[in-house]
Nanobody, 123 residues
Framework: QVQLVESGGGLVQAGGSLRLSCRAS????????MGWFRQAPGKEREFVVA????????NWANSMQDRFTIARDNAKNTVHLQMNSLKPEDTALYYC????????????????WGQGTQVTVSS
């Protein structure tokens, strides 16, 4: 059983920044990939990014890496999503997710999810 707790969401003006954090517990953190997803109002949840267990491999959706960065601290069982130059269309509930594998694969979905942290970007 893995527990994931997100933090760092909030209300920010367009152009601002937020840093989301996700702390995991329950299994060896460095042994599995972690990811971030988001779900905007009225839309399906979408993949944002995933990072491998050792942090060396990162997979992004579309062009999100232009403004976002991901990093993990295996010593603290934490993964961070730094979001810069935020836009109103980034408004969503952001979820942290844990994968059952060390490396990310689009064929393998997460097996654990956090509760989500709300990000609201005002224009």
């Amino acid at each position: 059983q893995v527990q994931l707790v997100e933090s760092g969401g909030g209300l920010v003006q367009a152009g601002g920044s937020l840093r989301l954090s996700c702390r995991a517990s329950g299994r060896t953190f460095s042994g599995y990939a972690m990811g971030w997803f988001r779900q905007a109002p009225g839309k399906e949840r979408e993949f944002v990014v995933a990072i491998s267990g050792n942090g060396r491999s990162i997979n992004w959706a579309n062009s999100m890496q232009d403004r976002f960065t991901i990093a993990r601290d295996n010593a603290k069982n934490t993964v961070h999503l730094q979001m810069n130059s935020l836009k109103p269309e980034d408004t969503a509930l952001y979820y942290c997710a844990a994968y059952p594998t060390n490396e990310f694969s689009p064929k393998v979905g997460p097996d654990y999810w956090g509760q989500g942290t709300q990000v609201t970007v005002s224009s």
